[in-house]
C-alpha cells in the first residue's frame, strides 16, 4: 500500500513537498512514479526515481521546479514542489513500478496510492 500525503493550499510562487510511504518491504525493488491529475483532464506524468534514488526524470513541465528523491530506509519517496503555479493545482499520485526505472508511461505501474490534493492559487 502507498499512503501520500503533503498537499494543501498554497499561494503561486510558494513550495509544498509531498511524501509517499510504502508499506511494502521490498520497497528498493521499486521504481517510483508521481503523477497528477487536474480537474477534467486525463492522469499525466510528473516526475519518476529509480529504485536506488540515482536516476530521476521529469515531465517538461515541471522541469527545473520539482525534484523526486527517496529514503529505502523510511520506504518514502518524496516529491519537493517549488515555484508553484495555478496549472500546478492538481491530485498527486504516487505509483510504484516494479524493477523498473521510472517510466511515464501509467500502465508501467502496478501499485497506486490514493492521492493528495495540491491547490495552488494566484
Same mark, same amino acid.
Given at each position: 500500500?502507498?499512503?501520500?500525503?503533503?498537499?494543501?493550499?498554497? $499561494?503561486?510562487?510558494?513550495?509544498?513537498?509531498?511524501?509517499? *510511504?510504502?508499506?511494502?518491504?521490498? #520497497?528498493?525493488?521499486?521504481?517510483?512514479?508521481? #503523477? $497528477?491529475?487536474?480537474?477534467?483532464? *486525463? $492522469? *499525466? #506524468?510528473?516526475?519518476?526515481?529509480?529504485?536506488?534514488?540515482?536516476?530521476?526524470?521529469?515531465?517538461?513541465?515541471?522541469? &527545473? $521546479? #520539482?525534484?523526486?528523491?527517496?529514503?529505502?530506509?523510511?520506504?518514502?519517496?518524496?516529491?519537493?514542489?517549488?515555484?508553484?503555479?495555478? *496549472?500546478?493545482?492538481?491530485?498527486?499520485?504516487?505509483?510504484?513500478?516494479?524493477?523498473?526505472?521510472?517510466?511515464?508511461?501509467?500502465?508501467?505501474?502496478?501499485?497506486?496510492?490514493? &492521492?493528495?490534493?495540491?491547490?495552488?492559487?494566484?
Amino acid at each position: 500500500q502507498l499512503q501520500a500525503s503533503g498537499g494543501g493550499l498554497v $499561494r503561486a510562487g510558494g513550495a509544498l513537498r509531498l511524501s509517499c *510511504e510504502a508499506s511494502e518491504r521490498t #520497497f528498493s525493488s521499486y521504481a517510483m512514479g508521481w #503523477f $497528477r491529475q487536474a480537474p477534467g483532464k *486525463e $492522469r *499525466e #506524468f510528473a516526475a519518476a526515481i529509480d529504485w536506488s534514488g540515482g536516476r530521476t526524470h521529469y515531465a517538461d513541465s515541471v522541469q &527545473g $521546479r #520539482f525534484t523526486v528523491s527517496r529514503d529505502n530506509a523510511k520506504n518514502t519517496v518524496y516529491l519537493r514542489m517549488t515555484s508553484l503555479k495555478p *496549472e500546478d493545482t492538481a491530485v498527486y499520485y504516487c505509483a510504484a513500478q516494479l524493477y523498473g526505472s521510472g517510466s511515464s508511461d501509467l500502465s508501467d505501474y502496478k501499485y497506486w496510492g490514493q &492521492g493528495t490534493l495540491v491547490t495552488v492559487s494566484s
